[in-house]
């Protein structure tokens, strides 16, 4: 049975790109997100039932985060690399947006991701796997963006901390730190020119996934070279 790969956030941006990495790489993927439309035709291209799985997901959630385990397991009975990807962004003020738009981050980017660990880690304890998290380079500096650096500041804590409680389980844990990585994430402002790929960093993400088992990468932060901060 080929291993499997479960990634939140995969109808577009990072998450699309890593999925067809993947794919090619050998996996069998479980696709989440919240668009059923990109989901689906993401799926067929990637080979269909057998090879790839549509679960249309909100990971602020928590049953739907159950029923997409359950799901994975169903179809292809483990799970091997588990990615808590999903997240966005929002105004670059403390000033400008809405709180509402805060809360609809913390869920989707603390507590979707925390959701996320917590339903795939029997899984993956299982299958010795690896437990990967988008974090951000703004959860290592504080940036300007409203709440969104401090949902990604929560984001490396959590995945420390989760590494420490799985240390001795044989499960790997990668934070994954992106710059600006020219995605829809993008989509009410501009990145900075010569921003990452999508490829860029779901390469990185396979870098990390690919290594020998007693080799753990924990963190893997990339910026495009003429980021300033
Ligand atoms: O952006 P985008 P990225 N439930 O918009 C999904 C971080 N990051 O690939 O639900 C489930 O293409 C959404 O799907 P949908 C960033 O914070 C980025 O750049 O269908 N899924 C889509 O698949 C995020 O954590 C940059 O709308 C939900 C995906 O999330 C990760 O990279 C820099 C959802 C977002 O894909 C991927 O973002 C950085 C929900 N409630 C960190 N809400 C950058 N692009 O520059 C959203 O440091 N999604």
Do not use: C
């Not at 067809?20 to 668009?35: I, K, N, P």
């Not at 880690?121 to 951000?136: D, E, M, N, Y």
């Not at 934070?175 to 010569?194: I, K, Q, R, Y």
């Amino acid at each position: 049975d080929d291993p499997v790969f479960l990634i939140t956030g995969a109808s577009t941006g990072i998450g699309a790109a890593t999925a067809r990495h993947a794919a090619r790489a050998g996996y069998r993927l479980v696709l989440a997100a919240r668009s059923a439309d990109k989901l689906e035709a993401l799926a067929a291209e990637l080979g269909g039932p057998e090879r790839a799985l549509a679960v249309v997901t909100d990971v602020a959630e928590w049953e739907q985060q159950q029923a997409l385990v359950a799901a994975a397991l169903d179809a292809y009975g483990r799970i091997d690399v588990a990615f808590a990807n999903a997240g966005f962004g929002g105004p670059r003020g403390f000033l400008e947006g809405e709180p509402d738009q805060w809360r609809e981050m913390v869920l989707t980017n603390v507590l979707g991701a925390a959701y996320t660990v917590r339903a795939t880690i029997p899984a993956l304890k299982q299958s010795r796997g690896h437990l990967l998290l988008t974090g951000s380079v703004a959860g290592r500096k504080a940036m300007p963006g409203s709440l969104y650096s401090a949902t990604k500041w929560a984001v490396t804590a959590m995945s420390e901390a989760v590494r420490q409680d799985l240390n001795d389980s044989g499960v790997r844990t990668t934070l994954l730190s992106p710059g600006a990585v020219e995605t829809p994430f993008w989509d009410n402002g501009a990145p900075l020119p010569n921003p990452l790929t999508d490829d860029d960093v779901a390469e990185a993400v396979m870098f990390a996934v690919t290594r020998p088992p007693h080799v753990d990468v924990n963190e893997i932060l990339l910026r495009p070279t003429e980021q300033p901060v």
